[in-house]
């Protein structure tokens, strides 16, 4: 599974992006698909994943309430909408892909990953 991320951009505080993941392959929905973020200087960390039938879904504290993850099965494309974007969102933004549950999707090393998608650079301004 080749995973591509994009929407990432420049946007003012209080402004919206849409990312998306499309990944390539027939397999796709066989794995839970999440979001994680690098911000300069801090780790890696947890954003958002979603099951792969569109059931379940979960978010880092940070985030509730603004971002919203989806996904689209028939297109191979997994969706982070952000909204009330603060500047301390601004980071690295990383689709992942991986085999179990959103459970062991959070719980699994960068190196214990299925998939990475390359990044996208998401920066907002105060």
């Known amino acids: 599974v080749q995973l591509q991320a994009s929407g990432g951009g420049l946007v003012q505080a209080g402004g919206s992006l849409r990312l998306s993941c499309a990944a390539s392959g027939r397999t796709f929905n066989v794995y839970v698909m999440g979001w994680f973020r690098q911000a300069p200087g801090k780790e890696r960390e947890f954003v958002s994943a979603?099951?792969?039938?569109?059931?379940?879904?979960d978010y880092a504290d940070s985030v509730k309430g603004r971002f919203t993850i989806s996904r689209d099965n028939a297109k191979n494309i997994v969706y982070l909408e952000m909204i009330n974007l603060k500047p301390e969102d601004t980071a690295v933004y990383y689709c992942?892909?991986?085999?179990?549950?959103?459970?062991?999707?959070?719980?699994?090393?960068?190196?214990?990953?299925?998939?990475w998608g390359k990044g996208t650079q998401v920066t907002v301004s105060s």
């Open positions: 992942a892909a991986n085999i179990g549950t959103i459970a062991t999707m959070k719980e699994s090393s960068a190196e214990d990953m299925n998939y």
């Open positions: 979603i099951s792969r039938s569109a059931s379940k879904t």
